[in-house]
């Protein structure tokens, strides 16, 4: 037969239950020991149930009115007297007794439905309060511990131990995480799945860099230099542009810090992803300008009404403008909200021949790797240097020379 203790110790200490004060915790158990004793006895006002969790144990007390024997019409609320000194040989009729109930008394089944019906109780607490916390931090950065790794995604718990979940999708490329590994992100969203709630974390989403410059600089913390816009390829690059309402304030100067101390933590976080941090401005030719950097550019035609801008470039800009994989150009136009288009700028006339004229002797995938990095022309490419074809490209030395070897013969 299960003991009062043993129930107790069924629920687990107190102390235990995550998110749930004590006071709720008690009337829970109150009203759950209040039902069994109306199921018993159609009745629970007569009982007191007095719970102690720092003992750990709990009673129940039986409350009736002594009347004389024979008299009793509610059984509840009325005890006989030849019953009532059975318990104590000095009452009298009239008086108030309490009796303590013992669990024994109602059975293994009632006990034990009522433990499962307690243990439900507090589950739906503890997930509701779970909902509740973490649904007012979303946007906010977290650090957990990894528990788990799965194919599609990492099962991290928090401090106090709540499950947490870092989707593939929204890790950084080059993360790599083992268990037990500390990792920071921001809360995405929240949501309830079969009555169980799910937070879901990231570490690409750009409120997670916006909260890292938060963290990092203090006059972002502080409203003095306001995040505009940011705009990611996670683990490649990433473009900030800020804005100052004190003159006396250089928002890119605080942003980067003293040779670099406040953006080297974030770029490390980040698993050495570029950031490129710009003065905004509500003039679109100069974002743009900026928003390019480091390109030189030469001139630039707006289009207003379709959101287009070409941008004219010296041959050997033209590459530093579109960037390695072409992360630059692309994330200049979702920064701007402009579609950038890049030309050449060249003062003479000389002949050029395209690159696909070389198709034959070069093989295609190698003419995509020059593509990728803005050169289309047999003279862009030989506008720049082997070494810096191979800082620039996935292409090896060797065949960068073959390439350069190819295309000179061409004007040769």
């Known amino acids: 037969m299960l003991d009062t203790q043993e129930l107790i110790d069924s629920f687990s200490e107190f102390k235990e239950f995550k998110n749930i004060d004590r006071v709720t915790m008690m009337n829970i158990l109150e009203e759950v020991f209040k039902n069994m004793l109306k199921k018993r006895y159609g009745e629970e006002n007569t009982f007191d149930v007095i719970i102690n969790p720092d003992k750990g144990d709990l009673e129940v007390w039986r409350n009736r009115t002594i009347v004389p024997d024979g008299e009793v019409e509610d059984e509840n609320a009325e005890i006989a007297y030849s019953d009532a000194i059975k318990i104590e040989p000095d009452f009298e009729i009239g008086e108030d007794v309490s009796e303590e109930v013992k669990l024994e008394e109602f059975g293994r089944r009632a006990v034990l439905a009522m433990r499962q019906n307690l243990v439900s109780r507090i589950h739906e607490l503890e997930k509701d309060s779970i909902y509740k916390v973490y649904k007012d931090r979303v946007g906010e950065i977290i650090t957990g511990e990894v528990y788990q790794i799965w194919k599609k995604e990492i099962l991290i718990l928090d401090d106090e131990g709540n499950e947490l979940i870092l989707p593939k999708s929204e890790q950084i490329p080059s ?11 921001v809360v995405s969203k929240v949501e309830m799945r079969n009555n169980s709630p799910v937070i879901i974390l990231s570490r690409t ?13 203090p006059e972002i913390f502080d409203g003095l230099i306001t995040i505009k816009k940011i705009v990611r390829e996670p683990g490649e690059r990433a473009k900030v542009a800020v804005e100052s309402y004190d003159d ?4 890119v100067g605080a942003c980067v810090g003293m040779k670099g101390s406040r953006i080297h933590g974030i770029v490390r976080e980040l ?3 570029n950031i ?3 003065n905004f401005t509500n003039n679109s030719m100069l974002f743009i300008t900026r928003a390019l950097s480091p390109a030189k550019i030469t001139s630039m035609k707006l289009n207003d009404e379709n959101h287009r801008a070409d941008v004219f470039l010296r041959p050997d800009q033209v590459s530093l403008a579109i960037g390695k994989g072409g ?9 701007t909200n402009y579609e950038i288009d890049v030309y050449r700028d060249t003062d003479d006339d000389q002949e050029d021949v ?9 093989e295609h995938w190698i003419l995509d790797e020059l593509k990728k990095v803005g050169c289309d022309t047999a003279r862009s490419v030989l506008e720049l240097s082997a070494s810096d074809l191979v800082k620039r490209t996935d292409l090896e030395e060797e065949t960068v020379q073959e390439v350069l070897n190819i295309l000179k013969a061409e004007f040769d």
């Open 354 to 362: 395209d690159l696909e004229e070389f198709a034959d002797e070069i």
């Open 248 to 251: 006396r304030i250089d928002p």
């Open 205 to 217: 989403s750009p409120v997670f860099l916006e909260r890292l410059f938060e963290l990092e600089v």
């Open 175 to 185: 993360d790599y995480f083992k268990k037990g590994d500390s990792v920071r992100a």
């Open 271 to 273: 698993r050495n992803e």
């Open 327 to 335: 992360f630059n150009i692309k994330l200049a136009s979702k920064l």
């Open 276 to 278: 490129d941090v710009i």
